[in-house]
C-alpha cells in the first residue's frame, strides 16, 4: 500500500479490527486468535483485593500514542486486581479439588470518558481467542469509531471494562511452551502429506503438551470456560453492577453464554458477536472452520480478480497462493536476518489476512513480493497473528489458547481418525482442510483431565443478541443461529460482510446494537444489515 499521511489512522484501525478477529476452536496450530504483539500493554497496579471486595482503582499509564497515531484525550484509565478461586466447585461452592483454597489474580481496567453523562453502568468486554487480552481491548475500544472502536454513544453512557481471563496476560499467566517449540509450530508444513513429517508433528504436540503437564499438573483444567466465567461475574461485583452488561467477540461469544446460563438472572444485556456454537466438539468445529476459511478464501479470490489493479496476483489469486505455499515447502524464501519463509509461515499470513476484509490487499501484495524474493510482508502478517515480536519472543497467548481451549474439550479423536480426515478434507478444502484436521493433535496430545462447559438454555435470562457475519471465516455464520437457539432467548443480527466479527462496522449494525445496549430494545426478527 502506498504510504499517505492518513497511513497511521488506517494502520490503526486494521489494528483494532484485527485485534478483535480473534479465533476460536482448537484448530490450526492451537486454535489461534489475533493479538498483535504491538497491543498496549497498559501496567495493572496495587495488590488483588478479596474475592467479594470492591477493587482499588488505580492510575495506570496511557497507551503510547504512536501505536494509534494519536491517543484518546477523552478518556481516563484506571486499573485493579481481584482475587477468585482457583477453583469456584460444582455450582459454583466450596472446592476440595487441586485448587481448593487458592486463588488466581485477575486484572481490570477500567476505561472512563471525561464526557461521560447518565451513565448506566459498566459495559465488560471479552475478545476472545481464548487467550486474547480484555485489558487490551477495552484500551482498544476507547479509541473511537475512527479507529475501529466503539461510538461516543456508548463511551459516554458506560465505563468500558476489560479483564484477562485466569491463565491470560496479566491474569495469573499459563506459561510453558517456548518460542522456539513456538517458531517450530508455525513454521510446520500446515499438511504434511508423509506419515513421517505427519508423526513430526504429533512429537512435537506431544512434547508441548508434556511441558505444560509437568510445570502445571492437575491443575490444568482449571483454566476452563466455566471458571472463567465463574470469575466474569466476581468482575461484575467488583465494578458495582447488580446486572451485567458485556460484549463478547468470538470465543468471547462462549464464555458469554456460558454466564447466561450459569447466571441468567444477573444478565442485563449481551451481545455475542462472531458467535460460537458450544454444542459442536472438536472434530465438528474443526471442520466447520475448514469450510469457513475456504469460503472466505474464495471470496478474496473473486475480490481478486473483479479488483485487478490493486491484486498483483490476479487473475488467479488461488493458484498463486498455493503455489507460493508449495515453493516454500522446498525452497523456503529466506530474509535479510536468515530468517525462512516455511510454508507454514505463508500459511499463517493467509490465514491472518482473511480476518479482515481489509487484509486482502495485503495478502495480495505480500505473495507477490514473495514471488520476488521479499518475504517481509509475510512474516509481518503471520507473526501479527501469532503475537511474534521482533526479537522472536511470544506473549503467552497460545500457552493460554492450548490450556483453555483443552480443559473444554471432551472428545479426543485418535492420531489414526486424525490422519484420516486429513485425507478426507484435503478433497473437500484443499488449502485449509488439512491444516484444520492436523492442528487437532494438540488438544488430542493435552495432558489433564477436562472440565467442559455447560450447553443448555439461559432460562430466566433477557433477550440476548447473537450477531454473526455472513463471509465470516474464523466463527461460519452457521454457528449463529445455532447459539441462538441453544440459548432460547437469543435474538439473531445478521452483517452480509466480510472478516471476523461485524460490531460496529456499519451504521446498520452500530445501530441495532447501540439501542439495545443502551435502551435494551432489541433488533426486530430477522434483521439482515447489508456489508455497506
Known sequence: MTRTDRQPRMAATRRVRRHLAAFVAAAL?????????????????????????????????????????????DMRYECARIAVPRDWGTGGGASTGPGAGQTFEIALLRARSTKQRDRIGSLVVNPGGPGGSGVDTAVYLSFGTQFGGLPASITERFDIVGFDPRGVSRSSPVKCISDADLDASFGFDPDPTSQSAFDGFAGLSQRIGRGCGDRYGDQLPLYGTEQAARDMDA???AVGDDKLTYLGYSYGTLLGATYAQLYPQRVRALVLDGAVDPQQRLVEGSESQARGFERAFTNFTRWCTANAGRCPIAPDARAAVTSAIDKAKVSPVRGADGREATAGWVFYAVISSLYTESGWQELAQAIDRLGEG??????????AYAGRADDGHYSNLFDANLAINCADETEKPSREQIRQLQSEWRGKYPLFGPALAVGMLSCVEWPGGRDPYPTGKANGAPPIVVVG????????????????SMLGVGRVLTWEGEGHTAYPQTSCITNAVDAYLIDLTVPREGLRCPAR
Do not use: I, N
Open 29 to 73: 496450530l492451537t486454535a489461534g486468535c489475533t493479538l498483535p504483539a504491538f497491543a498496549p500493554r497498559t501496567e495493572v497496579e496495587g495488590a488483588a483485593a478479596p474475592t467479594g471486595s470492591a477493587p482499588t482503582w488505580r492510575p495506570c499509564p496511557e497507551v503510547p500514542d504512536e501505536l494509534v497515531g494519536r491517543g484518546a484525550p
Open 235 to 237: 468482575v461484575r461485583a
Open 469 to 484: 457475519t455472513t463471509g465470516d471465516p474464523a466463527t461460519p455464520y452457521e454457528q449463529t443461529p445455532r447459539l441462538a
Open 374 to 383: 521479499d518475504p517481509k510482508d509475510v512474516f509481518r502478517l503471520a507473526d
